[in-house]
Each structure stands twice: as structure tokens, then as C-alpha cells.
């Protein structure tokens, strides 16, 4: 099994959320988070001041997945989230040891 982590624009969420649902994943789990890579932010006009925004928002979606999935998925959001421009975002994979449901116990491929 393997736990994906991906940061992506807010904008291109839906249309990932609807690819992932199409390729069979069940569960995931979504997070507002804020942050920034190499673009650094940018700076705005607000009243006449100008103010420095460093702290961008983004999606993280967690998924974990039977490893015959990792492929596609990755492909799926690569495809769907990216423009080609600073600030698509960046996919993490991770190796899980072990997944267990709390109802009843199932253990590994069967708990996701």
C-alpha cells in the first residue's frame, strides 16, 4: 500500500476529486492548508498599500492505495492538476506498513 500526498490549486480540486472517483479510489481526505514553494507568493494592492502575500492557499489531498493504483492516480492528478505554470503543486508517496479499519478489524487492502 502506499499513501499519496498531493498539494494542489484549489481550482483544479473538483476535477481531480471527479478523475480519482472515476479510477475506483473510495476514500480520501482534504485539507485547506496554506504555504508556498519557489514562487515565494506575490504582492497585491490593497487602499493604495502594497502588502506581501508569502503564505499562498492550496489543497492536500491524502490518499492511501493498493500499489496497482500508484500509477494511474499519479498520472490522473499530473494530468488534471497541472497548467505547466509556477505553483501546480507537488505529489508525495509514501510506504505503508499496514492499514486497519477500527469497526471490525480488517487489516491491509481490505481496510481501505
Known sequence: MTKLEAIIQPSRFETVKEVLSELG???MTISDVRGHGRQKGHTENY???????????????EVVLADNLVDAVVDAIVQTAGSGKIGD??????????AIRIRNQERGVAAL
Do not use: A, M, T
Not at 502594497?50 to 499562498?56: G, R
Not at 503543486?89 to 499496514?98: D, P, Q, R, T, W
Open 25 to 27: 479510489v473510495e476514500g
Open 47 to 61: 487602499r493604495g498599500r502594497e502588502y506581501s502575500v508569502d503564505l499562498l492557499p492550496k489543497i492536500k489531498l
Open 89 to 98: 503543486g507537488k505529489i508525495f508517496l509514501y510506504k505503508v506498513e499496514e
